[in-house]
Nanobody, 115 residues
Framework: VQLVESGGGLVQPGGSLRLSCAASGSTFNIYAMGWYRQAPGKQRELVAV???????NYVDSVKGRFTISGDYAKNTVTLQMNSLKPEDTAVYYC??????????WGQGTQVTVSS
């Protein structure tokens, strides 16, 4: 499975960005897709995840600001990020979990929130 991300960049506090990720290859056994992030000097953390069944989960710090959506027919996942804060600055990684195969990761995309 290959994951290709797009949509990172520089935005001012309070602004919005949209991250997209497309999976290709042996995608039939993917049961969840989501986004993680890693800020300098910090551990990678789960930001949001959506299962094939449509269940979602968010880290508390982004609830009400970020929205994850997924299209498992197209094997894509999108993260709409609103009301961005400087503490959201990180490298964001797309993740896919596949039964019998483990986790797959994208190359990462930089999100910088700064005035």
């Amino acid at each position: 499975v290959q994951l290709v991300e797009s949509g990172g960049g520089l935005v001012q506090p309070g602004g919005s960005l949209r991250l997209s990720c497309a999976a290709s290859g042996s995608t039939f056994n993917i049961y969840a897709m989501g986004w993680y992030r890693q800020a300098p000097g910090k551990q990678r953390e789960l930001v949001a995840v959506i299962t094939r069944g449509g269940s979602t989960n968010y880290v508390d710090s982004v609830k009400g600001r970020f929205t994850i959506s997924g299209d498992y027919a197209k094997n894509t996942v999108t993260l709409q990020m609103n009301s961005l804060k400087p503490e959201d600055t990180a490298v964001y990684y797309c993740n896919a979990e596949a039964r019998g195969a483990g986790a797959y990761w994208g190359q990462g995309t930089q999100v910088t929130v700064s005035s």
